[in-house]
């Protein structure tokens, strides 16, 4: 007879005569039948305690991903509401930049229109002096004439 961990499986397998047919092997079936029947009883309660426990479960996450979705929509509408918020400042930003380059463009354009005036009456003023430098020296040319024609007139009577 080979021997085996357990009497239990001894008395149900013999080595020698193959599967053992005995009053006590009977008695170790029931009692194993026994023992399965008590587990299973004991685990389909357990079921229905994890049932009820995992129905009561099921209602905190129903009630969690509910409470979270809330939360979440309540996040998504703040979110946009700051973000409506941030565009109608800076829309209003962007206007009064708008409004502060057109008038600092218009303030350029009158000093530049008030340079260009500047600039044409100093033109006017130079244009004036020119033609005066200009008859001047016509005269002056004029006078030199006169004057080298009269040396030259005492130079040929003196001689």
Not at 78 to 91: D, G, N, V
Request: aromatic share 6%; hydrophobic share 35%; net charge negative.
């Amino acid at each position: 007879m080979m021997k085996m961990g357990s009497p239990n499986l001894q008395l149900i397998f013999d080595s020698e005569a193959g599967i053992n047919n005995s009053p006590e092997r009977e008695d170790l079936f029931q009692q194993i039948d026994s023992t399965y029947i008590k587990e299973k009883q004991t685990s389909e309660k357990g079921v229905e305690v994890n049932m009820s426990n995992s129905n009561h479960l099921f209602d905190e996450i129903k009630a969690d991903m509910r409470e979270r979705e809330q939360r979440t929509r309540s996040e998504i509408k703040e979110r946009e509401e700051r973000f409506e918020k941030q565009m109608s400042q800076y829309a209003k930003e962007a206007e009064k930049r708008e409004e502060r380059f057109i008038m600092e463009n218009k303030e350029r354009e009158q000093r530049m229109m008030e340079k260009m005036d500047s600039l044409a009456n100093q033109i006017q003023v130079n244009a004036k002096h020119t033609e005066t430098m200009k008859s001047q020296n016509f005269w002056g040319n004029i006078a030199m004439f006169v004057g080298l024609v009269a040396i030259i007139i005492t130079l040929f009577i003196n001689n």
